[in-house]
């Protein structure tokens, strides 16, 4: 008996190749007349083993026609992120949900399936492709691909790649990678990367890459990178990088690199580095105020933590 695994592909509107020198079959028996038995892009055809692989190298025009292609195991060359073969058979044809679809029943132990919308319930393991959304249940695990879409219920852990959207429950743990967008909920932990924005729920953890912007609530420790800006709740911990901007709440901790702005609640504490500038709100027994120092000027030195004494001017944290 022979062993054949399936390959997922796609086609432009009229059925031809990516370079349009080849017109596919819309079923039956395939071949390739150029090809070439070598492990070098082209001389054969060409898809997605299991539907895993290089999804930018599928059409995803409105238009595109998927397909599902039945191969014998022994003739898939593999070339690093996709395969080639002599032949095959034309199993399905259709949009990109029903030949994911397809490929996730003939191979359920595929991971990470291209373009893929996958479901879990509570207790659940779901796991989506490139540009695919992934979703799963209280207590599940859902990861999903560049570009895609992630979410996981409560106490969850949502995981999407490149531009993807990660949000996870309470208590969950949610990571984005850069660009993305990473939200968890109460006492989670939300990590986003490069550009992204990371928010993670009162009590939680929130980090966000260069230039992010990193969000977390009360009692919440935030990070945010090189020029970001990072907020943290009442009582929690806030840092980010040079030139940025942190904010931290009543008796919290706030820091900031070079250039950067870090701004405290009442009976907090504010670090700057060199030109950098601090300030601490305060309440004079009339109103709010909000007093601000210099990095450089009235002895305010850079990478020292300062505090209001009951006069309202700052002095060492440490002493």
């Not at 238009?63 to 060359?77: C, E, G, L």
């Not at 260069?210 to 907020?231: A, E, I, K, V």
């Not at 009976?267 to 601000?292: C, E, K, P």
């Amino acid at each position: 008996m022979t062993d054949y695994v399936h390959v997922l592909r796609t086609c432009a509107a009229d059925m031809t190749s990516r370079n349009g020198s080849f017109r596919w079959p819309e079923a039956g028996l395939v071949e390739a007349p150029d090809w070439r038995d070598d492990g070098k892009c082209g001389g054969g055809l060409h898809g997605l083993l299991r539907g895993e692989g290089n999804g930018t190298l599928l059409n995803w025009d409105t238009t595109a026609r998927w397909m599902v292609v039945r191969v014998r195991a022994a003739d898939v060359r593999d070339l690093d992120g996709k395969v080639k073969f002599p032949r095959g058979e034309v199993v399905h044809v259709g949009d990109r949900h029903s030949a994911t679809a397809m490929i996730v029943s003939l191979h359920p132990e595929a991971r990470a399936i291209v373009g893929y919308t996958s479901t879990s319930g509570g207790g659940g393991t779901s796991t989506s492709g490139y540009r695919g959304a992934s979703a799963s249940g209280d207590y599940g695990t859902s990861t999903s691909g560049d570009g895609g879409t992630a979410t996981a219920g409560y106490r969850g852990t949502a995981t999407v790649g490149y531009e993807g959207t990660s949000t996870a429950g309470d208590y969950g743990t949610s990571t984005s990678g850069d660009y993305g967008t990473s939200t968890s909920g109460y006492g989670g932990t939300a990590t986003s990367g490069g550009y992204g924005t990371s928010t993670s729920g009162e009590g939680g953890t929130s980090t966000s890459g260069y230039r992010g912007t990193s969000t977390s609530g009360d009692r919440g420790t935030s990070t945010s990178g090189y020029r970001g800006t990072s907020t943290s709740g009442d009582r929690g911990t806030s840092t980010s990088g040079e030139g940025g901007t942190s904010t931290s709440g009543e008796g919290g901790t706030s820091t900031s690199g070079d250039y950067g702005t870090s701004t405290s609640g009442e009976g907090g504490t504010s670090t700057s580095g060199d030109y950098g500038t601090i300030a601490i709100w305060r309440y004079d027994g009339r109103r709010r105020r909000l007093v601000v120092g210099y990095v450089g000027e009235n002895n305010i030195k850079p990478y020292v933590a300062y505090k209001l004494n009951d006069a309202g001017e700052f002095v060492e944290a440490s002493k």
